[in-house]
């Protein structure tokens, strides 16, 4: 490993992360990196032990001359008016995002810092390695992984390196996220691909690299699991109006899904039952799909698989369906304001 390597900021949006967030810093803090670090905690109105444990980890860190932890306030909760506080509170050229309940495996930073100089690329990231705590987790994280349950999404299968139109978290270099306005701070959710295709339409290369890793904890429940896709889609329909031209038929698969099973349910109960087998015919598809997704799984784990998939599928379509015109144009009229590094900071 090279002896001098440029120094990182970690950003982390957090909001009743208590279960994860010392696990998570103790990741980023224990990276096999020579560089400097720091990492920028933006602190939301939690509920539970978040704040405390933030604390802790400032005092456990002041010494640490190498590595250490501070925190920012983000009254809104919102995801990217966090980003965007600790990309203003952060002050090295490297930026690196994770979550409050990501877990980075140990070379992370260095592979994405190497990634940024051999590619030339504005922003790197990989695979959202999904992985569960118990059976139902462990379904969901097996759906999360799979190409029926996702798609094609590389960051979620796996792939070939190349650029990308999204990866998941991102190491960006810091002009490029200066140039870009930092997160538009209208976008709750999504605000991941719409930053990213702000910098594509900009001229930079985003790349997706599986050599990245990040162990992710999925939804506990399934009204959690439901809330987050249907928020998933309803905000990537923001995105596709905000950004014309943004949308691809892996996008409308979920939603073409809905409106045929609901379809099929109408249908069926007041015309032909007939008309059941689009219902059917799904439930029959995700089922069988969902064989070859839980190998190696509980049996308990994989009879909750089909149900993850459900949830997904029509949550996502549910959101993406819904999504209303007036919020699309509500974040049209919002203007970016430029988010650049504080001189007092530095």
Request: glycine share 8%; aromatic share 8%.
């Amino acid at each position: 490993m090279p002896a001098q390597q440029p120094a990182v900021s970690v950003i982390m949006p957090v909001l009743n992360e208590e279960r994860y967030l010392r696990d998570s810093v103790r990741h980023i803090l224990g990276q096999e990196y020579a560089g400097e670090m720091e990492v920028v905690i933006a602190l939301g109105p939690s509920t539970d032990r978040t704040d405390e444990i933030a604390a802790e980890l400032v005092r456990e860190t002041a010494s640490n001359e190498r590595a250490r932890v501070h925190t920012v306030p983000n009254p809104t909760g919102r995801t990217p008016a966090a980003l965007n506080a600790a990309i203003k509170a952060s002050r090295h050229p490297i930026v690196v995002r994770v979550d409050g309940h990501g877990m980075l495996s140990p070379n992370y930073i260095a592979t994405a810092v190497r990634l940024l100089e051999e590619t030339g690329a504005q922003n790197v990231g990989g695979i959202m390695h999904a992985e569960g705590e118990n059976a139902w987790e462990e379904a969901v994280a097996a759906a999360m992984t799979s190409r029926i349950g996702v798609g094609n999404a590389a960051f979620h299968t796996g792939g070939k390196a190349g650029p990308a139109q999204t990866v998941y978290l991102g190491v960006f270099r810091r002009e490029a996220l200066e140039r870009a306005g930092g997160y538009n701070e209208e976008f709750v959710r999504a605000q991941d691909w719409e930053l990213n295709f702000r910098i594509r339409e900009a001229g930079g290369l985003i790349w997706f690299s599986p050599e990245l890793r990040v162990q992710y904890r999925p939804r506990p429940s399934v009204r959690a699991l439901a809330k987050q896709y249907k928020d998933y889609g309803r905000w990537r329909h923001v995105v596709a109006r905000y950004h014309s031209g943004s949308i691809n038929l892996r996008y409308l698969a979920a939603p073409t899904a809905v409106v045929a099973i609901a379809a099929g349910v109408i249908a069926g109960a007041a015309l032909t039952p007939w008309a059941f087998v689009l219902p059917a015919g799904y439930l029959a598809a995700i089922t069988a799909g969902s064989l070859p997704v839980g190998k190696g799984l509980s049996l308990k784990a994989r009879a909750q698989i089909p149900v993850a998939l459900a949830t997904m599928h029509v949550c996502w379509g549910y959101g993406f369906l819904t999504s209303p015109r007036a919020l699309a144009a509500k974040v049209i009229a919002s203007r970016r304001p430029s988010v650049r590094r504080d001189p007092s900071e530095v």
